[in-house]
């Protein structure tokens, strides 16, 4: 089934006002998770709404919250982001850096006391209409085993960078420093499929296709699934990521992030504030002409896009394609969302007193 973005936009815009938040942070809360949808990330949009819903229930998440800054030089800065939605704490947290930027050339931003923030790529585009680059990283639910170990240490901590060019798209790495995110493993759950090889172990720390292995005592990996295939890399660059979202600003870290997922209960005894975020802006122009440099990003992207596919491939891709396309089909198309995601939706509106069509 598909679905205008107006529609689900709509939607998700009276759910959020019905728990709490304000018209307008409910407005920014939503084009952030719809933009994971317009974008592909099915696993990060609204099928995640009753998931936020459900900590407001809890008391885990702040409908209205003071967001400020509670400590900051010219160029970086920590945000306090008083337990509100991590789609509006983001936000708030990026524009600073953004500013900062503006003035001393860079702005970096470490965020403590938030919630999950949606897809990291929304963030970090929000630097590309200044003609700076964009970084966003966060921590995540602990579901993730170091390399070589049994316990669950780490989250899917995404990293991603968008880069302006001048004629071709913008470049845009969004991705987790696992070999899938935990919400593809929800998306297999619903469509009662397999995950492939290499990206859970089971309790015992062996490797399963079963997408409940998580659920049931078992982890995520690392980029790379085992030793033999670099996992030890995307341990290193989730630990990355934990350290600048978290030890940096005040959040909790490792297993004792707070988690989003329903099957984990918050660790007892935290050693912060909130899930930890991590945001970087850059003003190309305090490199080189921002002009010159969209030249050149314009022909290193046409290169590569010119490079000799393998057999069986029709072209090589940059960072941000995919999600690109689908945005552009999606907003002619609408969105499609798996019977279970619209029951769960329907169901959530029936709750709250919120019509779904």
């Given at each position: 089934m598909?679905?205008?973005?107006?529609q689900?936009?709509?939607f998700?815009?009276?759910?959020?006002?019905?728990i709490?938040?304000?018209?307008?942070?409910?407005?920014?809360?939503a084009s952030?998770?719809?933009s994971?949808?317009?974008?592909?990330?099915?696993?990060?949009?609204?099928?995640?709404?009753?998931?936020?819903?459900?900590?407001?229930?809890?008391?885990?998440?702040n409908?209205?919250?003071?967001i400020?800054?509670v400590?900051?030089?010219p160029?970086?800065?920590?945000v306090?982001?008083?337990?509100?939605?991590?789609?509006v704490?983001?936000?708030?947290?990026m524009k600073?850096?953004?500013?900062k930027a503006k003035?001393?050339?860079?702005?970096?931003?470490?965020?403590?006391?938030?919630?999950?923030?949606?897809?990291?790529?929304?963030?970090?585009?929000e630097?590309?209409?200044?003609?700076?680059?964009?970084?966003?990283?966060?921590?995540?639910?602990p579901?993730?085993?170091?390399?070589?170990?049994?316990?669950?240490?780490?989250?899917?901590?995404?990293?991603?960078?968008?880069?302006?060019?001048?004629?071709q798209?913008?470049?845009?790495?969004?991705?987790?420093?696992?070999?899938?995110?935990?919400?593809?493993?929800?998306?297999?759950?619903?469509k009662?499929?397999?995950?492939?090889?290499?990206?859970?172990?089971?309790?015992?720390?062996?490797s399963?296709?079963?997408?409940?292995?998580?659920?049931?005592?078992?982890?995520?990996l690392p980029?790379g699934?085992?030793?033999?295939?670099?996992?030890?890399?995307g341990?290193?660059?989730?630990?990355?990521?934990?350290?600048?979202?978290?030890?940096?600003?005040?959040a909790n870290?490792?297993?004792?992030?707070?988690?989003?997922?329903?099957?984990?209960d918050?660790?007892?005894?935290?050693v912060?504030?909130?899930l930890?975020?991590?945001?970087?802006?850059?003003?190309?122009?305090?490199?080189?002409?921002?002009?010159?440099?969209k030249?050149?990003?314009?022909?290193?992207?046409?290169r590569?896009?010119?490079?000799?596919?393998?057999d069986?491939?029709?072209?090589?891709?940059i960072p941000?394609?995919?999600?690109r396309?689908?945005?552009?089909?999606?907003?002619?198309?609408?969105?499609?969302?798996?019977?279970?995601?619209?029951?769960?939706?329907?169901s959530?509106?029936d709750?709250?007193?919120?019509a779904?069509?």
């Open positions: 598909n679905f205008t973005h107006q689900l936009e709509k998700t815009i009276a759910v959020l006002q019905k709490g938040c304000s018209k307008a942070d409910a407005k920014t809360a952030v998770l719809l994971a949808d317009l974008r592909g990330v099915d696993s990060h949009g609204v099928a995640r709404l009753s998931g936020y819903v459900r900590l407001w229930e809890a008391g885990r998440i409908p209205t919250p003071n400020r800054v400590h900051e030089t160029s970086t800065a920590v306090d982001g008083d337990a509100g939605l991590g789609l704490v983001a936000p708030f947290a600073v850096a953004i500013e003035t001393a050339g860079t702005g970096w931003v470490s965020v403590k006391n938030s919630n999950h923030y949606g897809i990291a790529g929304v963030h970090a585009m630097a590309l209409q200044h003609d700076m680059i964009g970084i966003s990283l966060t921590n995540a639910s579901l993730v085993s170091p390399t070589f170990s049994k316990e669950r240490l780490l989250g899917t901590n995404p990293i991603s960078v968008a880069i302006p060019a001048n004629e798209p913008p470049f845009v790495l969004d991705m987790a420093t696992t070999t899938a995110a935990n919400g593809k493993l929800e998306i297999l759950q619903r009662k499929e397999q995950a492939p090889e290499g990206w859970i172990q089971d309790k015992h720390g062996q399963t296709r079963d997408p409940l292995g998580v659920k049931e005592g078992g982890a995520l980029l699934g085992d030793r033999e295939h670099g996992s030890q890399k341990y290193g660059l989730g630990a990355v990521v934990d350290i600048f979202s978290a030890v940096l600003s005040g870290y490792g297993p004792w992030v707070p988690p989003f997922v329903a099957f984990l918050p660790h007892p005894n935290p912060g504030e909130g930890g975020h991590f945001f970087g802006a850059m003003r190309v122009d305090a490199f080189r002409p921002a002009d010159d440099f030249q050149h990003m314009d022909n290193w992207i046409s590569f896009r010119e490079a000799t596919p393998v069986g491939q029709e072209k090589v891709l941000g394609d995919p999600e396309e689908l945005e552009q089909e999606r907003k002619v198309n609408g969105i499609p969302l798996l019977s279970a995601v619209v029951e769960d939706l329907r959530l509106g709750k709250l007193g919120v779904w069509e």
